[in-house]
């Protein structure tokens, strides 16, 4: 019978992401292995190269950020989509403050054009999955403009995102009523896009 694993993959990607919600610069194998208190082998055995621990940490955040995200747009009154996709991101982020942390460096940070094609596919799928639940959320608004895609975008990803970068980036808790600031904004806009002005 084998032995048990003891460093598996989600446990160094929790490990990772920490790191990287500092600074992904900080997120190197040997981090990660000093961190966990793993033998470095642990953690080649699970991710080969730097670029594909940069790149699973990155797939594993956003899938775990859009599960809730594309929920929210997918709702049927475009108001109550855009509202509760502005306000999964405040809660999420706030549950999650180093994925977050992480988000909020981009993927470029995180060595993107250089993860292996199959990790860059799904990336490149998800993000596509994004704008396109985006591009609906827009038609079904009235008018359906460019104006109201951008305005949608500021609203539910802009704006809120914003709120967070302030508290994390500034060390300290998103406070409790960052959700109802942020509804009123995503409410505001909302009639902005109505009158398509």
Request: proline share 6%.
């Amino acid at each position: 019978m084998g032995r048990p694993t003891v460093y598996d993959a989600d446990l160094l990607l929790d490990v990772a992401v920490a790191l990287a919600a500092e600074s992904p610069e900080r997120l190197t194998m040997s981090a990660v292995a000093a961190k966990a208190g793993a033998p470095s082998g642990s953690v080649y055995h699970r991710f080969p190269n730097r670029p594909a621990l940069m790149g699973e940490l990155w797939l594993r955040t956003v899938s775990q950020f859009q599960t809730g995200f594309l929920g929210a747009l997918g709702a049927a009154d475009p108001v109550a989509a855009r509202v509760g996709a502005a306000r999964h991101v405040i809660a999420w982020s706030r549950e999650h403050p180093d994925e977050a942390g992480a988000l909020l460096h981009g993927a470029a940070a995180f060595d993107a054009a250089a993860w292996p094609a199959p990790i860059a596919v799904e990336a490149d799928r998800r993000a596509t999955e994004l704008e396109r639940a985006l591009d609906r959320l827009a038609t079904r608004t009235p008018g359906g403009s460019a104006l109201n895609r951008e305005l949608l975008t500021f609203a539910v990803i802009d704006a809120p995102y914003a709120v967070v970068r302030r508290y994390l980036r500034g060390g300290s808790e998103i406070p409790a009523g960052a959700e109802r600031m942020i509804e009123q904004c995503a409410r505001t806009l909302a009639g902005t896009i109505a009158t398509d002005y």
